[in-house]
Structures are given as structure tokens and as C-alpha cells.
């Protein structure tokens, strides 16, 4: 590679923290809220029945998969119905969810590793959920933030890495993205004309069918940092 790097698009869930426990932590709060207030509609749809419920909207509004947020409200409102209650109570049971979604553990080499990327380069968060950075309390080391449900696509549409681009003022083929899904960052960052990066945690050999291997497979966020600084001063080269 020998394009100079001047930009980094990060993903968030499962590259900066596990996102599982925080979604399931969610879902128990949720499930804990609707039991004191609505225990009648607790009982009608049990943490099981309303993942469940969720899974078929997704199916249904394929329109909204870009957009986790409103899959979720509409969940509610229909969990709600089918108890007979039209009006569901959607802020205080969003505010619930995004409250428990958002109180995530990072991985130990994240915030020091955030630390000195933020130091090299410009970063923008690039994701297709709907994490909340200013909650986190992450937002400062990013110069600029990019979530599906505002650009209206999800990775790997090439349509969401330029919306990064852009916003960073900078060539797409001048970007690294990383992230830790082979599909949605590594192939769908190479599609948009995007250089690649791939956290991967556990030592995946990379899936062939996907092409070729990415530009860095690395085991966490610090070998990324150790990367970039081992590269000239005036500009990482890719």
C-alpha cells in the first residue's frame, strides 16, 4: 500500500466492547420496567416472546433495517396492542432500553488505544446500531460520528463508508476502516474503495470466500495503535 492514510472510521459494537451483554442487560431492564408499571403486558410478552416479536418486525419492514430504533419502537407499540393498549408509553420504555443498551464494558485496550489513534488522526465512528457515544462518554475522541439510521443505508452498502468520507473531508482510498465483521467492515470498506483493518479478537483464519485477506488482521485495538505508530510522522502509508 502506498496511499497515504490521513483518516480513521471505526466501528463500534464488537470492536470497541461486547455488545451482547449490554443488549441483554437491556432487555432485562426493559422486561423488569414493564413488570412494575405494565404487568399485564410483562406477562403477555416475556423477554423470549418479545425478542421474538422484534425478529418479526425486522422481517416484515426489511424498509427499516438500517434503523434498530424504530424496529424497537414499533416492537413496543405492538406488544402494547396486543394487549389492548394503543397508546404504549414509548419514551419512558426507549429511555429504559437505550439507558441499559448505552452502559457498555469496554475492552481493556480500547480507551487507551482510542487515546492515541485520536492523537494521529481524525476518527469518525462509522455503525450500523444505534450505540449512543455522547452516553458512553466516548464522543470526544471522535471528529465526527456516522450511524445507519441517519444515512438511511447500513454497512456494507458502499453508501454509508463516502457518507464517512464526506463528513471527514477526506478521499475514501485516504481511509482505513476497522471494524470486526469480515462482511460489513473489512469486504464492505474494500467495496467503497476504503483500506481495511480487521479486529480480530479470537484468531479467525479469515474466510476465504470473502476474497482477499484484509490489509492488517490484528487482535485488538492496541496492535492498531502500535501500528500507526511505527509509521512515518508526516502520514501513515497504506
Request: aromatic share 6%; with cysteine; charged share 25%.
Amino acid at each position: 500500500m502506498s496511499v497515504r492514510i490521513r483518516a480513521i472510521t471505526l466501528d463500534l459494537d464488537d470492536t470497541l466492547w461486547p455488545v451482547l451483554p449490554a443488549l441483554e442487560s437491556a432487555d432485562r431492564e426493559l422486561d423488569a420496567w414493564l413488570q412494575a408499571n405494565h404487568p399485564d403486558v410483562a406477562r403477555a410478552w416475556p423477554i423470549p416472546a418479545m425478542r421474538e416479536l422484534r425478529a418479526q418486525v425486522a422481517a416484515e419492514r426489511l424498509d427499516l433495517a438500517h434503523d434498530f430504533t424504530t424496529q424497537r419502537h414499533l416492537t413496543m407499540q405492538r406488544a402494547f396492542a396486543a394487549c389492548g393498549i394503543d397508546e404504549a408509553p414509548l419514551e419512558a420504555l426507549w429511555e429504559v432500553y437505550f439507558s441499559a443498551r448505552n452502559r457498555v464494558e469496554l475492552y481493556p485496550d480500547a480507551l487507551p488505544a482510542l487515546e492515541r489513534l485520536a492523537a494521529r488522526l481524525p476518527l469518525a465512528s462509522l455503525t450500523n446500531g444505534n450505540a449512543d457515544l455522547e452516553r458512553i462518554g466516548l464522543h470526544g475522541h471522535f471528529a465526527a460520528r456516522v450511524c445507519a439510521r441517519d444515512a438511511g443505508v447500513a454497512k456494507p452498502d458502499p453508501r454509508i463508508f463516502h457518507a464517512a468520507a464526506e463528513r471527514l473531508g477526506v478521499a475514501p482510498d485516504e481511509i482505513l476502516h476497522v471494524g470486526d465483521d469480515p462482511v460489513m467492515d473489512v469486504a464492505g470498506a474494500r467495496d467503497a474503495g476504503l483500506h481495511a483493518a480487521w479486529i480480530n479478537r479470537t484468531g479467525e483464519p479469515w474466510p476465504a470466500a470473502l476474497g482477499p485477506a484484509p490489509e492488517l488482521d490484528l487482535r485488538d485495538l492496541g496492535a492498531l495503535a502500535d501500528w500507526l505508530d511505527a509509521q512515518p510522522a508526516h502520514g501513515p502509508s497504506a
